[in-house]
């Protein structure tokens, strides 16, 4: 990382109106945007070796298709989470190789061609990943990957700084602010776990599996387990 960028990007931060209503995480997807020519970028976390749901974004509009790769469990956020290596696809419509079918299909319709995960890590420790969107395909150029990667470490500082002042053994109020959609679908995630007699992970892909299979969303399927409506049988 070098000061002279890492000074541009900061102070681009810092720029941003809003009158501190708008979070550093979603300052760093902002400028992420402005920056790299994109049209959209949303940074998920992880804890407890699970990804959670998107803690920031540059505009509201993104927050779907981020969470959309969580909910299928396949895309380039997963990927880079999984790997901890960056994970480039210019074209989600015409891919060299299939990759993720259901989301590339689902992204393009959303109106997504090429997207570029970077996982935020320091050493060892992984806790998440900042993904970037483009509405036209085409690669990043080697600039743009460098600022990307500099900009992921900012992003990780910055997750690492508040969660620093946090109480122990809590999230920061600002990392724990996942949508109240995500609260249902960890507590269905429990529920299913109990009533199957299965681990969390086995359990939330089962969950996964019927909205897909359904064609529900699965905020919906979560819900309806929450309220007793879902019950899913165990394999057989």
Known sequence: MTVDRLSVLLTAMAQIPGNGAVSLIDRVCVVAVDRLSLSG??????????????AGVSEPGIRAVQELQLSLGEGPCVDAWASGEPVFEADLAEPAAVRWPV?????????????????????????????LYRDHPGALSADEVTEGLVLADVATHVVLGLQAGAPVGALHALLAKEP???????????????????????AFVRLRAHAFAHDIALRTVARDVVARRLRLEAAT
């Open 103 to 131: 989301f590339a299909a689902a992204g393009v319709q959303a109106g997504v061609r090429a997207v570029f995960a970077l996982p935020l890590a320091l050493g060892a420790i992984r806790i998440g990943v900042l993904v």
């Open 41 to 54: 970028a949303g940074l998920s976390l992880m804890a407890d070796g699970a990804l959670l749901g998107t």
């Open 180 to 202: 109240a959609h995500w609260a249902e679908i960890h507590q269905a995630t429990g529920m299913l776990s109990v009533q199957l007699q299965a681990s969390l992970n086995e």
